[in-house]
């Protein structure tokens, strides 16, 4: 179509330097794409403004002219491989208050022109390998109000002109040393708002700041307690230091990050469910019964409390995390912990316990953990400990037995606790017998108990500290002989044993032998010789107890209990109804299995065959509770009157009806029997309630009767 002078012309005939390009043609870009301003910016002397406009991605096909775009105030979340490559005379990009939290590595290459980059408010969490790579010209680079949590080393290696660099209210825990050395022409720097952890490998940051007091934001340390909010650059640099005793009181090793922070090394997610702060990851009140799969190398205390454990299996999970130093298990369900669920936490120092349902504590349930400093086992149902319950444990300073169910303690039990300094065993319901004297004797010596441990048993030292016990007092008379956790008692008279392993096989037992091992792995009971016919009697009913008459029949190879009319349950022990069909029905019910709710229906075949209601001795009394009602079809007479026991109130209204005859009798406690005609009938249907009552001794009255006069 143009130019005008070459219109019409054949394009393969048109000479080479006729093909020219004058005024503004030439700053037309060579493609098909067109470069506009976008709809909902403005463009101006070069300048792209898009600030609030609601975008979600970086616009395209901007003038390459351009030296200023304005993307503030938008909801742009990714910057893409390359976005601003094209516009190679920018010199200021702002893209502040967005959603950003991920950049392509070469984001801004090619922009040797760029002198501001404003990333602040943004979402960003690590900053890729190279991005600021050929950006020489950078002035001014504001990363504020982010959540970056390491630097690499090599961030800043091209930005040799930068004045001004904000890491303001970042996550940095710590920085690598030399990462500032490429900023040659620094003049401010601030770093506050970040959870600095002042050990041995930030002490490189104090002697930079001291020889360049740039820092004007007055960055503070977080951790250890005795920096914590100290401005870094007025600490002395001899206070960094790195040791085991501020491992231990810090949770975990924050320098396993510090050493590779210059890396920024890629790390497993956060669980899902959980929550991950720094080193600790957060599990609790999750509803979890087992440990997530998938935890970050990186975590040096791991929270699973308030959950549902029951059982803590040796999966090996701890074997991947070197770092960790402190495990939260309390206020789960957890009964027992396999040999070997602790594999691998060789560097855990602290584990609690508290508020679970262990009964008993073997020394091969915290085998690896030969670090571990502190061992909460409070509020448990622990009742005895034995003289192995601790062993491989000789780096424990502080045990809390506290709250658990302990009668007796194994002498020995603590010998292998060498570095023992605090121990609770308060809230115990010790049992001061002649098992437990060496424990008097060992309290006043080592003098590291927690508070007054007393007795609960006998009876004549209760409430009674054990240290003041004399050791003549430590008995086992009466009966006062527990012993459950001596050693004397790790094995049934009946059998033999060997380590964990107990054999009772062809002893001829009926019952399982008292005093078998907890920790017993296996367990022999065979016959190896059955005594003759002993199979071919055998019947699922033989051990299974119908009741009330009821007949065990055998269906798909399982007892059955047939009941007879009235009893339900599965053993037809619940009595539901008691029919009277004739005159013949006779029926004796035990009186215990006759319940508020059990309904009793009383029916006569005809008019004239009337019903009593008797009590079986002098002193015992069947009676109807509260206030009845009868009618139905049923005829029945209350006759004679002292059938029903009249010694207490405890009818407290019985009404009589019929339907037929005169005005109702009303029965009440004062009056209990009426002038009745001696052919008085009366309508009943159920009594709901039938008990047993005596003013002597209830024990006496074993049963009541239900009986059909002639």
């Not at 200021?92 to 392509?104: C, K, P, T, V």
């Not at 090996?316 to 009964?335: D, E």
Request: one cysteine or more; proline letters at 6%.
């Amino acid at each position: 179509m143009g130019p005008s002078h070459l219109r019409g012309h054949n394009v393969a005939e048109v000479q080479k330097r006729e093909f020219v390009c004058s005024g503004h043609q030439s700053f037309m870009a060579p493609s098909c794409s067109v470069l506009h301003c976008p709809a909902a910016c403005t463009c101006s002397n070069n300048i792209v403004d898009c600030r609030g406009k609601g975008l979600t991605e970086i616009p395209t096909n901007l003038p390459e002219t351009i030296t200023e775009i304005r993307l503030e105030q938008n909801s742009i979340k990714v910057i893409p491989p390359g976005a601003f490559s094209p516009y190679k005379k920018l010199r200021r990009i702002d893209l502040s208050n967005n959603q950003i939290s991920e950049l392509a590595p070469d984001s801004f290459q090619g922009l040797r022109s760029l002198n501001s980059l404003v990333l602040y408010g943004n979402k960003i969490t690590e900053l890729p390998k190279s991005l600021f790579e050929g950006l020489f010209s950078l002035q001014l680079l504001l990363l504020n109000a982010n959540k970056i949590n390491c630097l690499r080393v090599d961030a800043f290696q091209d930005l040799h002109n930068l004045n001004l660099l904000s890491l303001y209210d970042n996550k940095l825990q710590t920085i690598a040393k030399g990462t500032f050395s490429p900023l040659r022409a620094i003049q401010t720097m601030h770093l506050a708002q970040n959870p600095f952890i002042c050990d041995c490998h930030l002490k490189w940051l104090a002697d930079y700041l001291h020889t360049n007091p740039i820092e004007t934001s007055g960055a503070r340390c977080t951790s250890p307690r005795r920096l914590a909010n100290k401005r870094i650059g007025q600490i002395k640099s001899k206070k960094f230091r790195c040791s085991a005793k501020e491992q231990y009181f810090i949770p975990g090793t924050e320098d396993y990050r510090s050493k590779l922070s210059g890396d920024c090394f890629a790390d497993l997610a956060c669980p899902e469910k959980c929550r991950c702060e720094g080193t600790t990851v957060d599990c609790s009140n999750q509803k979890l019964n087992k440990i997530p799969d998938h935890i970050p190398q990186y975590t040096a205390e791991l929270r699973l409390n308030n959950n549902e454990f029951t059982v803590l299996e040796a999966t090996g999970i701890f074997k991947k995390l070197p770092q960790l130093r402190k495990i939260n298990f309390s206020n789960n369900k957890i009964t027992d912990i396999e040999e070997g669920a602790f594999e691998g936490a060789s560097g855990v120092n602290e584990i609690l316990l508290t508020s679970n349902r262990l009964e008993s504590v073997r020394h091969k349930m915290f085998k690896g953990l030969e670090s571990l400093k502190t061992l909460m086992l409070r509020s448990n149902r622990i009742s005895c400990v034995g003289n192995d319950s601790f062993i491989g444990l000789s780096s424990v300073r502080l045990l809390s037995l506290y709250d658990n169910q302990i009668t007796t303690i194994a002498p020995g039990a603590f010998d292998t606790l060498h570095s023992l300094s605090t121990l609770n065993l308060l809230a115990n319901p010790f049992n001061c017998n002649c098992y437990l004297a060496w424990l008097g004797e060992w309290l006043r010596k080592k003098r590291i108990v927690t508070g007054n441990p007393r007795c609960q048993k006998p009876y004549f030292l209760k409430e009674i500290p054990i240290q003041d016990v004399a050791i003549q007092d430590f008995t086992c008379d009466d009966g006062n002989d527990d012993s459950s956790c001596s050693p004397l008692s790790r094995c049934p008279t009946e059998c033999t044993c060997l380590d964990t392993v107990v054999r009772c096989s062809n002893k001829g037992l009926k019952v399982l032998p008292k005093g078998i091992p907890r920790d017993v792995t296996e367990l022999g009971l065979f016959c190896e010789f059955s005594p003759p016919m002993v199979l071919p009697r055998t019947s699922p009913c033989d051990n299974f107890d119908c009741q009330n008459g009821a007949q065990c029949i055998i269906r798909i190879n399982e007892p059955i209990c047939q009941c007879l009319p009235g009893y339900q349950g599965e053993k037809c022990e619940k009595l539901v109804s008691v029919n009277f069909i004739n005159k013949e029905s006779y029926l004796q019910i035990p009186s215990a299995k006759v319940r508020p709710q059990t309904n009793i229906t009383l029916q006569a075949m005809k008019r004239g065959s009337p019903f009593l209601l008797a009590s079986p001795s002098e002193d015992s009394c069947v009676f109807l509770e509260e206030t009845l009602s009868f009618a139905s079809t049923s005829w029945v007479a209350l006759s004679p009157c002292p059938s029903i026991c009249l010694s207490d109130p405890i009818v407290t209204n019985l009404r009589l009806e019929d339907h037929w005859g005169p005005t109702p009798c009303i029965l009440n406690t004062q009056e209990m029997c009426c002038d009745l005609p001696n052919d008085w009938l009366v309508l009943m249907s159920s009594i709901s309630a039938l008990h047993r009552h005596s003013r002597s001794d209830l024990t006496k009255v074993s049963q009541f009767s239900l009986l059909q006069e002639e």
